[in-house]
C-alpha cells in the first residue's frame, strides 16, 4: 500500500456535513520502483509536496499541510489518503530540452478499514529547462489527469455544501458613494481606502468599504482577534473591532472609529473572464504597502462549492484580504489564497464581493447604532474551518498574511 510508505501527510479538508465530522483527505507523496528511481531520484520525489498541493487546488480541493498554521485549530487524521508509485519514467536531453515521461500508479487508501479501496495508473509526459523540474511536473500531471476521472475520485466520500451562517440580523453597511478611479494612471484614489492590518500573528491587508468605517478582508488575516491594528497610508495607525467572521468562505468585516472615511465602492458592472484586474496591498512586509498589481481574470472556478475569482495578478504574503479591484477602482473580491509549487504561475484566487455580502448577514442601507457595530465580534455558526493554500508562507521582516 503506497499510502502506508509515506509519512507526513498533507491534508486537505473538505466540508462538514450536518451533525458529522469534517471528510478530510490526505496526500502522502511520491514512491519509486527500483527501476524508476534510477531516472526519478529521491531528491525530486522529496521536493515534490508544494506541486502536488497546488494540483489537488486546481481539482476542487484545498491544501494546508497543517492546518493550525491557519486557523489554530489541530487536524484530524485524515479520512481518506492519496498516495502516489511511479512505475516507470524515462527523460531525455533532445536538443537541449529535457523531456520526461512517467507511469504513476495513484491509490486510494480508506484509513477508516486500513485498506486500497481504489487505484488507477495514469502516464503523463513533460518538457522543461531542468531535468528534475520535468520529472516533478510530468508527475504532478499524472496526478492533475488521476483526480479528473470520476472512477478515481469517487472513492472519496461525498461531502455537503457547506451551511450558511445564522446572524440573529442583518449588518447594514451604507454604500460608498466615492468617485471611481481610472487605473492605473488614478492609483492615488484608492491609497487612503486600502489598509494594511498587523495582527500577533503577521500582517495582512484590507479595504474600507464605507465612509462609517466598515473595512473588508480574509478572515484569516484577523485570525481569532478581536482587534487588529490598522495601518493608513498617511501614516496613522489605530485599532479596528472585529465585527463578523466566516471562516468557511475567509471573509470578514471590521469596524473602524469615526466617521467620513475614504472608502472604494463595489465594481458596477462586475468583472468576466479575460476583465483586467487590479489587486493592491503589502506583500511580503508592511514597508511595501499598498504595493500594485495588474492581471486578468483567468476563470471562475469552485473548490469545494465556493466560487472564486481566479487571477493571474501577482499575490504575495500579505496581499491576503486585499481588494481585487476592477479598471473603474470597484471591488470585485478579496485576496483570499494562491497555489505555490514548481512549474505553478499565475494561480491566485479571490472571494467575490457578493459572498462577503451573502456570508457576513450584510445589507447596503442606514447604519445601526455605534453601539450596536462595536459590541465586539460575533461569529456565524456553525464554523467550518477551510484548510486553503494560503500566500502567507514566505517571510521577509516579519510572518505575513
Known amino acids: 500500500m503506497v499510502g502506508l ?114 487505484a488507477v495508473t495514469v502516464g503523463a509526459r513533460s518538457e522543461g529547462e531542468q531535468e528534475g523540474a520535468t520529472a516533478q511536473h510530468a508527475i504532478t500531471t499524472s496526478l492533475y489527469e488521476a483526480l479528473a476521472l470520476e472512477e478515481f475520485t469517487s472513492a472519496i466520500p461525498p461531502t455537503s455544501a ?32 486600502v489598509v494594511i492590518l498587523k495582527t500577533p500573528g503577521g500582517h495582512g491587508s484590507g479595504v474600507i468599504v464605507s465612509t462609517q468605517g466598515h473595512l473588508a478582508t480574509a478572515a484569516h488575516v484577523v485570525g481569532d482577534e478581536a482587534e487588529v491594528e ?10 479596528a473591532k472585529v465585527v463578523r467572521v466566516d471562516r468557511a468562505h475567509d471573509v470578514a468585516v471590521l469596524s473602524l472609529p469615526g466617521l467620513g472615511w475614504a472608502c472604494r465602492p463595489l465594481s458596477a458592472q462586475g468583472i468576466r473572464i479575460g476583465d483586467e484586474v487590479y489587486t493592491m496591498g503589502a506583500p511580503l512586509s508592511t514597508a511595501l504597502g499598498w504595493s500594485l498589481s495588474r492581471g486578468i481574470v483567468s476563470g471562475r472556478p469552485s473548490p469545494l ?39 505553478v504561475e499565475g494561480l491566485a484566487f479571490a472571494v467575490p464581493m457578493d459572498t462577503w455580502f451573502a456570508r457576513l448577514g450584510i445589507e447596503t442601507g442606514t447604519p445601526p447604532s455605534e453601539d450596536s457595530i462595536l459590541e465586539g465580534p460575533r461569529y456565524a455558526f456553525p464554523l467550518v474551518d477551510i484548510g486553503v493554500l494560503s500566500a502567507d508562507e514566505p517571510k521577509l521582516d516579519e510572518e505575513a498574511k
Not at 20 to 32: M, N
Not at 169 to 177: D, H, K
Open 305 to 343: 462549492g465556493q466560487d472564486v475569482y481566479q487571477t493571474d495578478a501577482v499575490v504575495n504574503p500579505g496581499n491576503s484580504g486585499g481588494p481585487l479591484l476592477d479598471k473603474d477602482g470597484g471591488i470585485a473580491g478579496l485576496v483570499s489564497f494562491k497555489a505555490q509549487g514548481h512549474a
Open 162 to 193: 457547506i451551511p450558511e451562517p445564522a446572524w440573529p440580523e442583518p449588518l447594514l453597511v451604507p454604500a460608498c458613494r466615492q468617485p471611481r478611479v481610472k487605473l492605473p494612471s488614478q492609483t492615488e484614489g484608492l491609497l487612503d481606502a
Open 5 to 118: 510508505l509515506v509519512a507526513a501527510a498533507i491534508a486537505l479538508t473538505l466540508p462538514a456535513e450536518a451533525g458529522t465530522d469534517g471528510v478530510t483527505v490526505g496526500i502522502v507523496g511520491v514512491k519509486a520502483s527500483p527501476v524508476a528511481s534510477a531516472v526519478v531520484d529521491q531528491e525530486v520525489l522529496e521536493g515534490i509536496d508544494d506541486a502536488l498541493r497546488a494540483v489537488v487546488g486546481t481539482r476542487g480541493f484545498v491544501a494546508a499541510e497543517r492546518m493550525d498554521d491557519l486557523f489554530h485549530r489541530d487536524l484530524d487524521p485524515p479520512t481518506v489518503v492519496i498516495g502516489g508509485y511511479v512505475r516507470r519514467a524515462r527523460c531525455t536531453d533532445s536538443r537541449l530540452q529535457p523531456r520526461c515521461g512517467v507511469l504513476v500508479r495513484w491509490e486510494i487508501l480508506d484509513t477508516r478499514v486500513g485498506a486500497v479501496v481504489r
Open 230 to 239: 490598522v495601518l493608513l497610508h498617511g501614516g496613522l495607525a489605530l485599532n
